[in-house]
């Protein structure tokens, strides 16, 4: 028995009648006949009462197009779902990122993408960027939006750049500081920073210490975080400044204030990191990030 025995069956159970179902199907008549034949011997019961003018279903027969009906069903089902998962409609997407980084564009990305694809289910992990880049290389990541990797972690991976973020200086609304326009390198030697941890930030500590070369000097002191809500609770609470994107505006209540530095850093950039074999519905999710960034660029 195969399907199209199947699809025969119900077309002529339907339509109760040979020739119509000939016609619905794109057949000639006696194949068809022959066909039904077959598969009432296969199966060793009559579906069919035949009469002159028209077939009418036994009570197996009654059984059987039920049956018949759902196995078309799941066997459609199942061609649409390998379909959808090769077109990347269909899934699951593992996201990693940097929270402070994508506070801002990454709900109005997963909105914007999960209209694109209700059908892949999207997982979120936040992560630093050395554990981003060892999820992608053991393939337990899609895709990572986060800061570009240096060219010995990157290798074999595809940075795609996203936006480029301003930085600025973090302090709480009481600070000396809150009052200046712009802050430049001698308001800033004597302060204390406030940064996130070495152990599970090494690349953001080595990103300072080339911003502090670029100011000519070294900070007093460095209280270190594991987390961004740590941070900005630190700042808000008057226990040191932070250099942080413009990004953290998203997260920023009335006790943080940040000033523009002078002369302007250079930016961060925020990127999109894939294996270069990459799944289509993670092109698609960068598309949606890109998309939510331009819409950002444009409201700011």
């Keep these: 028995m195969e399907l199209r025995h199947l699809r025969y069956f119900v077309a002529v ?79 699951q997407l593992r996201v990693g990122y940097a929270p402070s980084l994508t506070v801002e564009i990454l709900p109005r990305a997963l909105g914007r993408f ?43 991976l595809v940075f795609r750049e996203i936006v480029s973020y301003p930085l600025f200086c973090a302090v709480c609304a009481s600070h000396p500081l809150a009052r200046r326009r712009a802050v430049g390198a001698e308001q800033l030697r004597n302060e204390r920073f406030i940064g996130y941890t070495r152990e599970d930030y090494p690349e953001y500590q080595e990103w300072m210490s080339g911003l502090f070369a670029r100011l000519r000097f070294e900070p007093l002191a460095m209280q270190e975080y594991d987390s961004v809500t740590g941070l900005v609770a630190s700042v808000e609470a008057g226990r040191g400044v932070a250099i942080v994107t413009s990004s953290l505006r998203a997260l920023a209540g009335p006790q943080l204030k940040l000033i523009p530095i002078v002369p302007k850093l250079p930016p961060l950039v925020l990127g999109a990191v894939t294996a270069s074999d990459a799944p289509e519905f993670a092109t698609r999710f960068i598309a949606a990030v890109k998309t939510a960034a331009a819409g950002l660029s444009r409201q700011g």
């Excluded at 036994?58 to 078309?72: D, H, I, Q, S, Y």
């Design 13 to 91: 159970a339907e339509e109760q009648n040979v020739t119509r179902a000939a016609l619905r199907l794109h057949v000639s008549q006696p194949p068809l006949s022959r066909q039904i034949r077959d598969l009432e011997e296969e199966l060793g019961v009559k579906l069919f009462q035949r009469t002159a003018k028209s077939l009418v279903l036994t009570e197996a027969g009654k059984l059987f197009l039920n049956e018949a009906r759902e196995v078309l069903l799941r066997a459609e089902k199942a061609v649409q779902t390998v379909r959808a998962i090769a077109a990347g409609d269909r899934g």
């Design 114 to 156: 999960e209209n694109e694809c209700p059908g892949v289910r999207v997982s979120l992990h936040d992560l630093s960027t050395v554990e981003c880049i060892e999820r992608l290389n053991a393939r337990k990541l899609d895709v990572a939006l986060t800061v570009r990797p240096s060219r010995k972690e990157g290798r074999g």
